[in-house]
């Protein structure tokens, strides 16, 4: 194994810790913020806040960098501006989101925790993905 | 959703500081991927690159998937408040995971990749999608909780 993948291993390892500590990985927690008619919770916004807080300061020193620290080179978004197709794209997936409580992360950890609707979620989660692949240039 | 209703003592008591520490680890994963190996922490990407990208730029992606699946799946073995066991109708879930994928292909990220990593880059683009997919989110939980939820209690 080498330090690529040990990075990549420990990042995703943070990453799916945060999930659960946070209560993302609970689609009641997740749908009480989208519900702001109703019993209004905004863990969801305690959280993405603590996360950009983090990256909006420290990607700046990162990116100063000439290269990531363990080789390779930044493969940043190259895409610029809005189109139909990002705006497209936002919608359904909000739509999604706001039907069960799920997005991409917490229900590859519900699967993992052996969550039924996460493995509900899931297989329906990749046909669309693989759709949306076929249908649109890369 | 049978869910313990939430008041202002027991929210302000943990659940902020639980979501404040759990997006800070989130935003340092995302730090540390992209200060390592130059990579954005977007699970959507990272997760259909795995399944259908190029067979020499997968390892790391399986390697985050992995480390996020096990570490999150341990990490609900031992807090004190695991997920409350829900079971949501299947066509529903199904529709939803349907139009997750779909969307957040054709929109190239979800809510780690446009919310926490292109709003950390100031990216307008991402500006964009989270409000449109907040927006969107919000309007559907509002038909599914006080529209339809209301119109089927109100049928004859």
């Known amino acids: 194994m080498n330090r690529r993948f040990l990075a990549a291993l420990a990042s995703g390892a943070l990453f799916g810790a945060g999930l659960a500590v946070s209560s993302m990985t609970d689609r009641a927690v997740v749908l009480g913020f989208l519900d702001v008619f109703g019993q209004w919770n905004p863990t969801l916004a305690f959280v993405m806040g603590g996360a950009v807080l983090v990256t909006a300061f420290a990607f700046r020193l990162v990116l100063k960098r000439a290269a990531p620290a363990f080789g390779g080179e930044f493969r940043l978004p190259r895409r610029e501006g809005v189109d139909v197709r990002l705006l497209a794209g936002a919608a359904i997936f909000g739509i999604g989101w706001g039907l069960a409580g799920f997005c991409p992360g917490p229900a590859l950890v519900g699967v993992a925790a052996g969550l039924t609707d996460a493995w509900i ?12 692949g076929r249908i649109t240039p890369p | 959703m049978g869910s313990i209703p939430i008041t202002r003592s027991n929210f302000f008591m943990n659940d902020w500081a639980a979501g404040l ?24 990407s990272i997760a259909s690159g795995a399944l259908e990208g190029a067979r020499n730029d997968r390892a790391w992606r399986i390697a985050f998937l992995v480390g996020m699946m096990v570490a999150g799946a341990l990490a609900l073995q031992f807090l004190p408040a695991p997920p409350r066991a829900q079971t949501g109708p299947a066509p529903l ?29 100031f990216s307008r683009r991402s500006l964009v999608a989270v409000a449109v997919f907040m927006v969107c989110a919000m309007a559907t939980t509002f038909v599914v909780r006080h529209v339809v939820v209301t119109v089927t209690a109100s049928a004859p």
């Open chain 1, 121 to 132: 979620f899931l297989p329906a989660m990749v046909a669309g993905s693989w759709l949306a």
């Open chain 2, 21 to 44: 520490a759990g997006g800070a680890l989130i935003g340092l994963a995302a730090v540390l991927l992209l200060w390592s190996i130059g990579r954005i922490a977007g699970i959507s």
């Open chain 2, 93 to 121: 879930l199904l529709a939803a995971g349907f139009l997750v994928g779909f969307g957040t292909r054709l929109g190239n990220g979800c809510t780690s990749g446009h919310g926490v990593c292109g709003l950390g880059r």
